[in-house]
Each structure stands twice: as structure tokens, then as C-alpha cells.
């Protein structure tokens, strides 16, 4: 039996399996970057605009090893390829995990990509966003806790362009500081959390917050490290405050 003839079906049915990505390289022939995957009886291979619906990746490193989920796009019988798309299997699947999310079905995601002020998590191979504010009750960086292959369990917060998720269980930063330890003058380390036209929240510990006004220079965003210098602090006995600016930019 030929390879056309035994995935006939599942190709008209879009039927939907899963491999390992056993290894990425550059195919000259295709002019493209691929994932190839386990399997013994041909070549099993995802051209990078088959890879993602969602994500445009930088590196396919993080593939090698993992499980995907994929359809079968056509048969190449001479060279024994198979070329397949987990692009396509990710809306398929989007359409049955979307429904129970909506419904509040708590589901758990593995973290694919950490950035500075969220992490991509998937959920059957479903990419969504899981931001530092929704996944700690302090903003603490999701990469300072969790590393690419962890597991957390999500809901859904809101359905945009692309699924955003919270943490069922925030996650609460155990390093609690005075506030009578912050003094004027100090410069300390911290990590903006909100930037706003008319200023830019620090968290500098994990209950203590302080405001100040943009810098001048350098590019601000959420998750951005800093060195800040305290100006002034506020107790007055019923709310604490401090206030600020931002010395420079870490990362």
C-alpha cells in the first residue's frame, strides 16, 4: 500500500495525531526551516509556516523533544515525505478547547516561552498568554519561578486575538520586606509592574510598591528591571508610599 493510499482518509478527515520532534534543521530543497518528526516508515516533516497559528518563532530549539499535535497535509511518494502542519491541528483543537474555557473549565498549560513581562503557555498545543500580573498576587516575573516544560493551571481570562489566561492559584511571592527599611536616598532594584503617560509603578518588594514619573531616555515597559532611587517616603501611620525615579534600566 502506498503512503498516499493509507493516509488518504486522514487527510480528507484532517484527522488529527501526535509525534515527538526528533530534530530541526534547514532543508535546501524547501528553502526552509523544519521540524522532523519520530516516525519509521517515512519523513515526517513541518515546514516553519506550518509550525504556529498564533507565534511567530524566533528559534525552533525549544521543539526538539516535545510532543505535537499535527494533520497530515499531503504525501510526497518519490522522496517518502510526509509533510504535516501543527498550524492547522492548533485550530481544530482551538475549537474544542475554546468552548470548555469559556465554560470555566480550569485546564493545565505548559509554559513554551518566557518573556519579560509573560510567558506563551499551550494547552494541547493551543497557544495562549499568561502575563506576570496574572499569574503572582505581586508580579513577581513568571521566569523567576518557572522555567519552559513547567506546568500551571489556568482558566480563561479573556478571549481577545489571542487567549489570555490567569493562574488558578496566584502565586505569592514567600520574601515579604519592612517598609521601614526603605529610606530616602537609597537605590534599590526593582521591577516596573504598570506604565502609565502619567507615571510608572516599581514593585521593589513583594508588597511594596513605589511610584515615579517616566524617565526620559531609555525604552520602558512592564517587566523592565531598574535601579531606583527613593525620594521620598510617606507613613503616616494608615498608608505607606514611596516615591521616586528610575536611575537606569537593567534589562
Given at each position: 500500500m502506498?503512503?498516499?493510499?493509507?493516509?488518504?482518509?486522514a487527510?480528507?478527515?484532517?484527522?488529527?495525531?501526535?509525534?515527538?520532534?526528533?530534530?530541526i534543521?534547514?532543508d535546501?530543497d524547501l528553502?526552509?526551516?523544519?521540524?522532523?518528526?519520530?516516525?519509521?516508515?517515512?519523513?515526517?516533516?513541518?515546514?516553519?509556516e506550518?509550525?504556529?497559528?498564533?507565534?511567530?518563532?524566533?528559534?525552533?530549539i525549544?521543539?526538539?523533544?516535545?510532543?505535537?499535535?499535527?494533520?497530515?497535509?499531503?504525501?510526497?511518494?518519490?522522496?517518502?515525505?510526509v509533510?504535516?502542519?501543527?498550524?492547522?491541528?492548533?485550530?481544530?483543537?482551538r475549537?474544542?478547547?475554546?468552548?470548555?474555557?469559556?465554560?470555566?473549565?480550569?485546564?493545565?498549560?505548559?509554559?513554551?516561552n518566557i518573556?519579560?513581562?509573560a510567558a506563551?503557555?499551550?494547552i494541547?498545543?493551543?497557544?495562549?498568554?499568561?502575563?506576570n500580573?496574572?499569574?503572582?498576587?505581586?508580579?513577581?516575573?513568571i521566569?523567576?519561578?518557572?522555567?519552559?516544560?513547567?506546568?500551571?493551571?489556568v482558566?480563561?481570562?479573556?478571549?481577545?486575538?489571542?487567549?489570555?489566561f490567569?493562574?488558578?492559584?496566584?502565586?505569592?511571592?514567600?520574601?515579604?520586606?519592612?517598609?521601614?527599611?526603605?529610606?530616602r536616598?537609597?537605590?534599590?532594584?526593582?521591577?516596573?509592574?504598570?506604565?502609565q503617560?502619567w507615571?510608572?509603578?516599581?514593585?521593589?518588594?513583594?508588597?511594596i510598591?513605589?511610584?515615579?514619573?517616566?524617565?526620559?531616555?531609555?525604552?520602558?515597559?512592564?517587566?523592565?528591571?531598574?535601579?531606583?532611587?527613593?525620594?521620598?517616603?510617606f507613613?503616616?501611620g494608615?498608608?505607606?508610599?514611596?516615591?521616586?525615579?528610575?536611575v537606569d534600566?537593567?534589562?
Amino acid at each position: 500500500m502506498t503512503l498516499t493510499k493509507k493516509y488518504e482518509n486522514a487527510i480528507n478527515n484532517k484527522e488529527v495525531f501526535k509525534g515527538i520532534v526528533h530534530m530541526i534543521y534547514f532543508d535546501e530543497d524547501l528553502q526552509s526551516d523544519v521540524l522532523l518528526l519520530d516516525h519509521s516508515e517515512a519523513r515526517f516533516i513541518i515546514k516553519r509556516e506550518q509550525i504556529d497559528s498564533e507565534m511567530e518563532w524566533k528559534s525552533l530549539i525549544n521543539f526538539v523533544g516535545r510532543e505535537v499535535q499535527y494533520i497530515i497535509l499531503s504525501v510526497d511518494e518519490e522522496t517518502k515525505t510526509v509533510f504535516a502542519s501543527r498550524k492547522e491541528a492548533q485550530l481544530i483543537t482551538r475549537e474544542t478547547i475554546i468552548p470548555r474555557l469559556q465554560e470555566g473549565e480550569v485546564m493545565p498549560a505548559k509554559v513554551v516561552n518566557i518573556l519579560r513581562y509573560a510567558a506563551f503557555v499551550e494547552i494541547q498545543g493551543v497557544t495562549g498568554l499568561l502575563k506576570n500580573k496574572d499569574f503572582a498576587e505581586d508580579h513577581t516575573a513568571i521566569g523567576d519561578v518557572l522555567t519552559i516544560g513547567d506546568t500551571v493551571n489556568v482558566k480563561l481570562k479573556k478571549l481577545s486575538s489571542r487567549l489570555i489566561f490567569e493562574s488558578v492559584e496566584k502565586y505569592k511571592n514567600p520574601t515579604i520586606f519592612d517598609f521601614d527599611l526603605y529610606k530616602r536616598n537609597q537605590v534599590v532594584f526593582g521591577t516596573v509592574v504598570t506604565v502609565q503617560p502619567w507615571g510608572v509603578f516599581v514593585r521593589l518588594a513583594g508588597n511594596i510598591d513605589a511610584l515615579c514619573s517616566l524617565p526620559g531616555t531609555g525604552e520602558l515597559e512592564e517587566g523592565s528591571r531598574v535601579r531606583f532611587r527613593i525620594t521620598k517616603v510617606f507613613n503616616d501611620g494608615e498608608q505607606n508610599r514611596i516615591r521616586g525615579k528610575i536611575v537606569d534600566i537593567i534589562g
